[in-house]
């Protein structure tokens, strides 16, 4: 416990209208101090703030972006009482409160409890840890005050929101287990490929009948097999534009999201790289406890600054496998994601990339001014520039800005004939 400011200034001003009343014989500065007096006597020790118990219950941990959740907050002082309780939450600003506010007051007896429900809507993807609560404990006269940090710590995340994806890329490569990639080898399946002469063995639903009549044999019709496929998604969180929660690595994240969700809506392996400051990897793995490990890795992916040069060598063969598809999703501010790219494809790789617009996310931040249209413009000019590199070195690139359906840009992707397969052909 310790004095409030307020003490100090109160007893200096009882003590000077004490002073000039005996002093100059003014009864009305006396009478103008006796309220003072008895603020400075009704003060009272206080117990320890860290005494109070605070306790937090939220309905949901995991949300999804605009989603609300109740946080319940329940205050009992077991011990001694408490004539005024503050209680301040630290939420960051992505957290908007509903119902309620940030500071809470009340007063408690001893044995008492408060409890209080606050609706708060996330409006932005992170990882947020609710607590520990700023606690301040006055008496009375307000001239005691206590403080103390009470841990009673919630973790909320928050997922960005998925839409819906109809146009995912095709992956050049498949693996042996069943899926929904139509494969370029023949077996069971549902996508006719070649039509042979009949030989023992085959199955007569598989007789193709109006060949057969026009040449006079049995010929049977042979399906592509139908089976799973490896995608890496690769992060690019080198560098970031724009401001919180709209900047490139928040679009970037979204896009990881949607595509995650779909590919393995379609029983296909799927991992994530991240590059940047940090290399963190996860390997790829199908359903739902996957999914929940990809949004995870992706809502904490953030831009840590470095002068280190980044290089996809180490990251394991098992995080990378050679017959993946790489969805690379960036900005493409940084020149080194580009090399990692360029590297990646030369090393055999199926490689695409998701360029998301950096110059519209920086110019909704810039003030409106002839300058910095000048400025972005010439930067997109640039950012082309790089992309058309991309595109030389044999890379798919779609673009895609962040307010349009990313579908819409994912389309040109999935209509694109891998580079493996156009050289078969």
């Known amino acids: 416990m310790r004095p409030s400011p307020l003490l100090a200034p109160l007893s200096v001003l009882t003590i000077v209208a004490l002073g000039l009343g005996l002093a100059l014989g003014r009864s009305e500065l006396v009478l103008?101090?006796?309220?003072?007096?008895?603020?400075?006597?009704s003060a009272r020790r206080l117990g320890p703030a860290s005494g109070i118990t605070v306790t937090a219950v939220s309905s949901a941990t995991t949300l999804v972006e605009d989603d609300c959740v109740d946080l319940v907050l329940t205050v009992s002082s077991p011990a001694t009482a408490a004539p005024s309780i503050?209680?301040?939450?630290?939420?960051?600003?992505?957290?908007?409160?509903?119902?309620?506010?940030?500071?809470l007051a009340t007063s408690l007896n001893a044995g008492d409890t408060f409890e209080r429900t606050l609706v708060i809507r996330s409006t932005a993807r992170g990882r947020c840890v609710v607590g520990p609560f700023a606690l301040?404990?006055?008496?009375?006269?307000?001239?005691c005050v206590d403080e103390a940090l009470v841990a009673s710590p919630v973790v909320i995340e928050t997922y960005p929101r998925v839409p819906e994806i109809r146009h995912l890329p095709r992956p050049a490569r498949t693996r042996?287990?069943?899926?929904?990639?139509?494969?370029?080898?023949?077996?069971?399946?549902l996508e006719p490929g070649d039509i042979?002469?009949?030989?023992?063995?085959?199955?007569?639903?598989?007789?193709?009948?109006?060949?057969?009549?026009?040449?006079?044999?049995?010929?049977?019709?042979?399906?592509?097999?139908?089976?799973?496929?490896?995608?890496?998604?690769?992060?690019?969180t080198l560098a970031e534009t724009g401001a919180h929660p709209q900047s490139s690595v928040d679009a970037c994240v979204r896009a990881v999201a949607a595509l995650a969700s779909g590919y393995l809506a379609q029983k296909d392996r799927v991992g994530l790289v991240e590059f940047g400051g940090y290399l963190r990897w996860l390997k790829p793995a199908t359903g739902q406890r996957q999914l929940t490990k990809l949004l995870q890795a992706a809502v904490a992916a953030d831009q840590v600054f470095t002068h280190a040069v980044r290089d996809l060598d180490y990251v394991p063969a098992t995080a990378l496998p050679r017959q993946a598809l790489v969805i690379a999703i960036s900005p493409v501010i940084d020149e080194r994601f580009s090399n990692a790219l360029v590297e990646l494809s030369g090393r055999g790789y199926d490689v695409v990339l998701l360029a998301v617009s950096a110059v519209?996310?920086?110019?909704?931040?810039?003030?409106?001014?002839?300058?910095?249209?000048?400025?972005?413009?010439l930067w997109q000019l640039e950012l082309d520039n790089r992309v058309q590199q991309l595109r030389t070195s044999g890379i798919a690139v779609?673009?895609?800005?962040?307010?349009?359906?990313?579908?819409?840009?994912?389309?040109?992707?999935?209509?694109?004939?891998?580079?493996?397969?156009?050289?078969?052909?």
């Not at 301040?136 to 307000?142: A, N, Y």
């Not at 042996?176 to 399946?189: D, E």
């Not at 519209?360 to 413009?377: K, M, N, Y």
């Not at 819409?408 to 999935?414: K, N």
């Open 32 to 41: 103008v101090a006796v309220p003072l007096v008895v603020a400075l006597l």
């Open 86 to 103: 503050e209680i301040f939450l630290s939420l960051p600003d992505s957290f908007v409160f509903v119902d309620g506010a940030r500071h």
């Open 176 to 189: 042996s287990s069943f899926g929904n990639v139509v494969s370029a080898r023949l077996g069971t399946g």
């Open 196 to 236: 042979r002469a009949f030989v023992p063995g085959d199955r007569v639903r598989h007789i193709n009948w109006p060949v057969s009549l026009r040449l006079g044999s049995l010929h049977v019709t042979q399906f592509h097999r139908e089976q799973n496929a490896d995608i890496v998604l690769l992060l690019d």
């Open 136 to 143: 301040r404990l006055t008496d009375h006269s307000g001239l």
């Open 360 to 377: 519209g996310l920086t110019r909704r931040v810039l003030p409106d001014t002839p300058f910095h249209d000048v400025a972005c413009a």
């Open 398 to 425: 779609a673009e895609w800005q962040p307010e349009q359906p990313l579908d819409s840009a994912l389309a040109s992707l999935s209509r694109r004939v891998p580079a493996r397969q156009a050289a078969q052909r």
